[in-house]
T-cell receptor, first 115, second 113 residues
Framework: DSGVTQTPKHLITATGQRVTLRCSPRSGDLSVYWYQQSLDQGLQFLIQYYNGEERAKGNILERFSAQQFPDLHSELNLSSLELGDSALYFC??????????????FGEGSWLTVV | EDQVTQSPEALRLQEGESSSLNCSYTVSGLRGLFWYRQDPGKGPEFLFTLYSAGEEKEKERLKATLTKKESFLHITAPKPEDSATYLCAVQALRETSGSRLTFGEGTQLTVNP
């Protein structure tokens, strides 16, 4: 158990709908990351938040948005869903001490199936 | 742009047959190179972080090494429970990268009894 908690574990929804994925980081971790893993693309970085502020952005679609709340949990909102958005979405967290070690721990993921 | 290439894509070993997985990388300033193990449908499980060329780390049957251009994950006398996908990732020193990891496609390891 990495200590990173993600809900829901599984989600099936229709095209055009909107869903919210939730993540609680490990105790003491200030950074939260979101990754997408699909069969044909491997693990793709979406976005990083550090202590409530956006820190880095990857290939995140405009239909997707994220935020990190004062209690450090994070939500990833996916809207106008398409079949191609079906994937495993991982949240990860780290203490994020820059210029020193920064181990990133992953949650178990949220399986999203768009039908 | 940071790039990570892992080889081979898939590897089948007999129990006890040692081998190595390769991770070649390009990054403008390496902050750390990470190895993870991932079981099907599960989240990546952290194994090692290497920070500078020449560094080595060991954990049970696994040993990771790092040069300026590549990293190797050596598996000594593997067991069936070592079967998994092994992922390599780099973290860059660039401020604009934050602390993101750039992953390779992974090596799918199968160890037969």
């Amino acid at each position: 158990d990495s200590g990173v908690t993600q809900t829901p574990k599984h989600l099936i929804t229709a095209t055009g709908q909107r869903v919210t994925l939730r993540c609680s980081p490990r105790s003491g971790d200030l950074s939260v990351y979101w990754y997408q893993q699909s069969l044909d693309q491997g693990l793709q970085f979406l976005i990083q938040y550090y202590n409530g502020e956006e820190r880095a952005k990857g290939n995140i679609l405009e239909r997707f948005s994220a935020q990190q709340f004062p209690d450090l949990h994070s939500e990833l909102n996916l809207s106008s869903l398409e079949l191609g958005d079906s994937a495993l979405y991982f949240c990860a967290s780290s203490v994020d001490r820059y210029y020193s070690g920064n181990t990133i721990y992953f949650g178990e993921g949220s399986w999203l199936t768009v039908v | 742009e940071d790039q990570v290439t892992q080889s081979p894509e898939a590897l089948r070993l007999q129990e006890g047959e040692s081998s190595s997985l390769n991770c070649s990388y390009t990054v403008s300033g390496l902050r750390g190179l990470f190895w993870y193990r991932q079981d099907p449908g599960k989240g990546p499980e952290f194994l090692f972080t290497l920070y500078s060329a020449g560094e080595e780390k060991e954990k049970e049957r696994l040993k990771a090494t790092l040069t300026k251009k590549e990293s190797f994950l050596h598996i000594t006398a593997p067991k069936p429970e070592d079967s998994a996908t092994y992922l390599c990732a780099v973290q860059a020193l660039r401020e604009t990268s934050g602390s993101r990891l750039t992953f390779g496609e992974g090596t799918q390891l199968t160890v037969n009894p």
